[in-house]
């Protein structure tokens, strides 16, 4: 049995787009001539890069999207799809993130962390994937984490909701499986995003000094957006008849600058 090819326009959706990961896979897709729809609540942000990305030679459009609002994804993807064409590729990927301790967290706070990273995810997913079915192609990528793997302390509803796109996922998968659509996961490592720049600074030293007692903090180095973007680009660039499932990207630690310099390469 064959497989429907990619055709020579593939339209991306990525949610999430107006900073970080979000921004930066927008704008790595469209480098690579797709024509991306920008989606996330601060318009004004999106609006800013589709004209960048334009200026570069590029086609983007800005599109206001709340993922924790039905109605406002499918109005989101109706917009994105009657300016860029039917969807091929559709990153989800929009969240902010609160940290606190699991029994200091109001079910409120827990909750609204579910919403919107797990809950969010899956109603961009619901409202795309019947004409990726329909089409017999097309690539959907989670935005997930690397805390699915190994939790950090501070972030139980983050690491709720991310392990639940992990089981999430897994069963899309399943039962995607024979569609001609492919779903994957990128799971990010420590990335510098503007994710959490605003927390309490005696939370986040608190925070951090209890991922190093336990080990979760091994180097300073952080992921930049860019990385998490080209592990987008090449889930959703593989050719027709393999399926990239799950990819996890971690931030390199440092080489030392004694060692570098013995080598010549101290810069």
Same mark, same amino acid.
């Given at each position: 049995?064959?497989? @429907?090819?990619?055709?020579?326009?593939?339209?991306?959706?990525?949610?999430?787009?107006?900073?970080?990961?979000?921004?930066?896979? /927008?704008?790595?897709?469209?480098?690579? =001539?797709?024509?991306?729809?920008?989606?996330?609540?601060?318009? %004004?942000?999106?609006?800013?890069?589709?004209? $960048?990305?334009?200026?570069?030679?590029? %086609?983007?459009?800005?599109?206001?999207?709340? @993922?924790?609002?039905?109605?406002?994804?499918?109005?989101?993807?109706?917009?994105?799809?009657? /300016? @860029?064409?039917?969807?091929?590729?559709?990153?989800?990927?929009?969240?902010?993130?609160?940290?606190?301790?699991?029994?200091?967290?109001?079910?409120?706070?827990?909750?609204?962390?579910?919403?919107?990273?797990?809950? *969010?995810?899956?109603?961009?997913?619901?409202?795309?994937? =019947?004409?990726?079915?329909? !089409?017999?192609?097309?690539?959907?990528?989670?935005?997930?984490?690397?805390?699915?793997?190994?939790?950090?302390?501070?972030?139980?509803?983050?690491?709720?909701?991310?392990?639940?796109?992990?089981?999430?996922?897994?069963?899309?998968?399943?039962?995607?499986? =024979?569609?001609? @659509?492919?779903?994957?996961?990128? !799971?990010?490592?420590?990335?510098?995003?503007?994710? *959490?720049?605003?927390?309490?600074?005696?939370?986040? %030293?608190?925070?951090?000094?209890?991922?190093?007692?336990?080990?979760?903090? !091994?180097?300073?180095?952080?992921? /930049?957006?860019?990385?998490?973007?080209?592990?987008?680009?090449?889930?959703?660039?593989?050719?027709?008849?393999?399926?990239?499932?799950?990819?996890?990207?971690?931030?390199?630690?440092?080489?030392? $600058?004694? $060692?570098? /310099?013995? $080598?010549?390469?101290?810069?």
């Amino acid at each position: 049995m064959g497989f @429907v090819p990619h055709p020579d326009r593939r339209p991306v959706l990525v949610a999430g787009a107006s900073s970080g990961i979000g921004a930066a896979t /927008a704008e790595w897709l469209a480098g690579q =001539g797709y024509p991306v729809a920008l989606a996330a609540r601060r318009v %004004e942000r999106l609006q800013a890069l589709a004209e $960048k990305i334009v200026a570069d030679g590029g %086609e983007a459009v800005a599109v206001p999207l709340d @993922v924790t609002d039905e109605a406002s994804v499918i109005d989101c993807v109706a917009k994105a799809q009657a /300016a @860029v064409g039917d969807l091929e590729i559709v990153v989800a990927g929009a969240g902010d993130l609160a940290v606190g301790l699991s029994y200091q967290t109001s079910p409120e706070a827990f909750a609204d962390q579910i919403n919107i990273h797990l809950n *969010g995810a899956y109603r961009v997913y619901r409202a795309v994937i =019947g004409g990726m079915i329909d !089409r017999g192609r097309g690539d959907f990528v989670f935005i997930g984490s690397d805390v699915a793997i190994r939790p950090r302390p501070w972030s139980s509803a983050y690491v709720a909701a991310k392990s639940g796109i992990d089981g999430l996922v897994a069963t899309i998968q399943l039962e995607l499986e =024979g569609t001609g @659509v492919r779903a994957g996961v990128v !799971r990010p490592g420590q990335t510098l995003t503007g994710m *959490g720049m605003d927390l309490d600074p005696e939370v986040t %030293e608190n925070m951090l000094n209890d991922w190093i007692k336990h080990g979760l903090a !091994r180097h300073g180095n952080f992921l /930049a957006p860019e990385h998490i973007a080209q592990a987008v680009a090449a889930m959703v660039t593989m050719p027709r008849g393999a399926h990239m499932r799950s990819v996890e990207v971690e931030a390199e630690g440092a080489v030392p $600058k004694n $060692k570098l /310099a013995a $080598k010549g390469q101290d810069r």
